[in-house]
């Protein structure tokens, strides 16, 4: 049975971003006791954070919600393996370019510190790139720590960055 639910945010800004996505939800749906409930429209955002010299490498989000029977500490090892598949490299400089991110931003309703695996995400609520993919799958989840739904949260956030919906099934 996969009967806790768990939100995934998607990102990739270089080679075919579509195809590094397809693939890592390919990947996840390959992972054993889990299974793709949904998966949010893509979107084409600005990069956040990075360095100067990457500041023009777009990205592609989405969201991608899983059902599983792992527990949290086990899924996330699974998911780096798919990311380390998918030729994701991790670097000392933080915010750099990559094939393929995956971030679990809740599991099931639990707050986790432990293991090197913080969830809720702590930075879900600031980012519009997870808010938005996330408010069209979820939009009514109240995540721990937080009293407003996924919806409110992104409705209040200020404007700024550039996202762009390109595809609504990918």
Not at 73 to 90: P, S, T
Not at 112 to 140: C, E, M, N
Request: aromatic content about 8%; hydrophobic content about 45%; cysteine-free.
């Amino acid at each position: 049975m996969n009967g806790i639910e768990v939100g995934l945010s998607l990102g990739a800004n270089l080679d075919d971003k579509l195809a590094n996505l397809r693939a890592a939800r390919t990947a996840i749906a390959a992972i054993p006791y889990v299974s793709v409930l949904a998966s949010a429209p893509l979107y084409e955002t600005e990069p956040v954070g990075v360095p100067e010299e990457f500041a023009n490498l777009k990205f592609f989000n989405t969201v991608v919600i899983i059902g599983t029977s792992l527990d949290a500490h086990r899924l996330f090892a699974e998911l780096q393996k798919v990311e380390l598949a998918l030729g994701r490299k991790r670097t000392l400089r933080p915010n750099t370019p990559r094939v393929i991110d995956i971030d679990m931003i809740y599991y099931n309703g639990q707050t986790i510190r432990s293991g090197g695996l913080v969830i809720p995400h702590p930075r879900w609520t600031k980012r519009r790139f997870v808010l938005q993919p996330l408010a069209d799958v979820r939009g009514y989840l109240v995540l721990p720590g937080h009293d407003r739904r996924v919806r409110d949260i992104l409705a209040a956030l200020p404007p700024g960055q550039d996202i762009k919906k390109i595809m609504v099934e990918w």
